[in-house]
């Protein structure tokens, strides 16, 4: 697992209408790089519906906004159109950036072990560093941990 003060590790990946995102376009910039397991499902809409809401306090306090799961381009268009995103969604179909991150691995619902994306949140500083790790979300609120 990454931990507070470590460089992040970089991005090379595709957004949700295929452009190529990396980290480095953002330097100088704060990020909030979001990991959520799956588009369309509840806990993912309320997650990313709140930042949508709260997007003009992020950008307000220097942030970018990118959420990124192992869903298709097609797919992050779809959850992107039906809610409103406004910011890029990066789609990890290879989990190359999950697993960069430590959010890919074994979860447990219901007794059943299966892998999946651990819920997470990274905030990356201008110069590329891990700032704050949120794995404990808020769906709800998640704006408030990031905006303290």
Not at 100 to 115: C, I, S
Request: glycine share 8%; aromatic share 10%.
């Amino acid at each position: 697992m990454l931990k507070i003060g470590e460089k992040a590790p970089s991005i090379n990946s595709i957004d949700e209408n295929g452009e190529v995102i990396k980290l480095e376009q953002f330097k100088g910039k704060k990020i909030v790089l979001y990991f959520y397991p799956k588009d369309m499902t509840p806990g993912c809409t309320v997650q990313s519906c709140n930042l949508r809401d709260n997007y003009q306090k992020l950008l307000d306090n220097g942030y970018v906004v990118l959420g990124c799961s192992a869903d298709t381009p097609e797919k992050h268009q779809k959850f992107i159109k039906k809610y409103n995103l406004p910011f890029p969604l990066i789609s990890d179909e290879s989990k190359e950036v999950l697993n960069a991150y430590g959010v890919w691995g074994p979860k447990k619902f219901m007794g059943k072990e299966y892998m999946g994306i651990s819920r997470t949140t990274f905030i990356i500083n201008e110069q590329g560093v891990i700032e704050d790790i949120i794995t404990k979300v808020n769906t709800k609120n998640h704006t408030a941990q990031i905006v303290k």
